[in-house]
């Protein structure tokens, strides 16, 4: 990921990333988009896992989006049978 950073980025927030802290200097979508340009992700798993970061930030900042327990599951369901279970 060091390797892709000032290439994925170029004017990197963080010179390389050493510990987990240092990933508190990018925004979630950035980790998501350095990983896959890194290769560590798929394009599909990318997919994925930026759907359901979309969906939660439009819930979680003041939108007046509302959540059911139906959308909840999907999401759920989703990440659970999309990353989790082929990562494992």
Same mark, same amino acid.
């Given at each position: ?9 170029? /004017?990197?927030?963080?010179?390389? +990333?050493?510990?987990?802290? @240092?990933?508190? %200097?990018?925004?979630?979508?950035? &980790? ?14 990318? /997919?994925?896992?930026?759907?359901? +970061?979309?969906?939660?930030? @439009?819930?979680? %900042?003041?939108?007046?989006?509302? &959540? ?21």
């Amino acid at each position: 990921m060091n390797a892709q950073l000032p290439i994925t980025y170029k /004017k990197p927030k963080i010179a390389s +990333l050493a510990t987990s802290e @240092d990933f508190s %200097h990018l925004k979630e979508d950035e &980790v998501l988009t350095l990983a896959k340009s890194s290769g560590i992700i798929s394009v599909s798993l990318h /997919k994925v896992l930026k759907r359901n +970061l979309d969906r939660r930030n @439009d819930v979680a %900042h003041p939108s007046g989006n509302v &959540v059911n327990q139906a959308n909840a599951e999907d999401s759920i369901s989703d990440l659970v049978q999309n990353v989790v279970l082929k990562l494992i």
